[in-house]
């Protein structure tokens, strides 16, 4: 299944569109069953709308379902204490209960964050590295992540 993506006048995202494993709950909808990279507004576990165009091509439309899960995407800088290393991003988050891919070709890590994740404790982290480590970016946030301290 596709997700049809509007670049930026910067030309980001660098797709015009992202390819997502799912698992089909019927002949229009789906479970996402992988994180994205590109796509924003949709997380892992969300539920999708479907429609099939004319060459055969299954296109998402719309999530129906939210899994209650976030998508961050992290870039962590080359000249940053990280080197880039997206491992080493993983390696960081994975202890707060978050799961995620690396994205070697446009140098990206893409977050699962669960809710049952130590939600303030990734957004700390988050911040305290966005100087020096990473820039970050929220694809698809809860309410619940919302609600957490501001500051």
Not at 12 to 40: C, K, Q
């Amino acid at each position: 299944m596709l997700f049809e993506l509007q670049q930026d006048d910067d030309g980001w995202p660098p797709v015009g569109s992202e390819g997502m494993w799912a698992i089909p709950l019927g002949p229009d909808r789906a479970r996402l069953d992988n994180i994205p990279f590109f796509v924003r507004g949709v997380a892992s576990g969300d539920v999708v709308h479907l429609e099939t165009d004319a060459e055969g091509v299954v296109w998402a439309k719309e999530v129906v379902e939210f899994s209650g899960n976030c998508t961050i995407r992290v870039i962590p800088y080359r000249d940053g204490d990280l080197e880039g290393d997206l491992g080493a991003v993983l390696d960081l988050f994975a202890p707060l209960g978050v799961e995620g891919e690396g994205l070697e070709q446009f140098g990206l890590v893409a977050l699962n964050v669960p809710p049952t994740a130590d939600l303030a404790g990734v957004r700390r982290l988050l911040r305290e590295g966005q100087d020096s480590r990473w820039d970050y970016e929220e694809g698809c946030i809860t309410d619940d992540w919302c609600a957490l301290d501001p500051a």
